[in-house]
């Protein structure tokens, strides 16, 4: 069954679920059909796909929050505002379904990872120093309206 995952994951797919069906309904397939190693695997990238989803959404709020705090002015700060609500729906749409999400979000790499990906120059004015610590909480990210840093 393994030759298969690897070969036509679909097909593979297909075939375990409809496996794991006779198995709900009572009915015992034969052990050997069953890839229980890939299937705990792929069981286990489910969690890790939403945490992954949740991280990338994340780093763009951050990284508007950050262009908007730099350049509060800019064309395109209309824009970063309205991009930052939908994604923090979003956000907030896959913690409810997966509260336990939040305990696996490191703040600060993802706020270092902001960091890196933020604009040098908006608008012919280079970026001033942004704060060396992210200077929101999670939850002040995802508040609606979004809570502005603290002073200082």
């Known amino acids: 069954m393994s030759e ?16 794991l069906r006779r198995i709900a309904a009572g009915q015992r397939p034969n052990d050997a059909d069953m890839d229980w190693p890939n299937i705990a695997e792929e069981i286990e990238s489910v969690g890790n796909e939403q945490l992954h989803a949740v ?37 907030r749409r896959r913690l409810r379904r997966a509260p336990s999400l939040r305990t696996a979000i490191d703040l600060a790499e993802l706020y270092g990872d902001a960091l890196v990906a933020m604009y040098r120059e908006v608008d012919g004015v280079r970026r001033p120093p942004m704060p060396p610590a992210c200077p929101w909480t999670l939850d002040e990210l995802l ?7 603290p002073a200082g």
């Open 4 to 19: 298969l995952y690897d070969t036509d994951v679909l097909a593979w797919s297909a075939r375990q679920a409809a496996l």
């Open 143 to 149: 508040a609606e309206p979004p809570a502005e840093p």
């Open 55 to 91: 991280e990338s959404l994340l780093v763009k709020v951050l990284e508007h929050r950050l262009q908007l705090m730099a350049w509060p002015e800019a064309a395109a700060a209309p824009h970063w505002r309205h991009e930052t609500d939908g994604w923090r729906a979003a956000i």
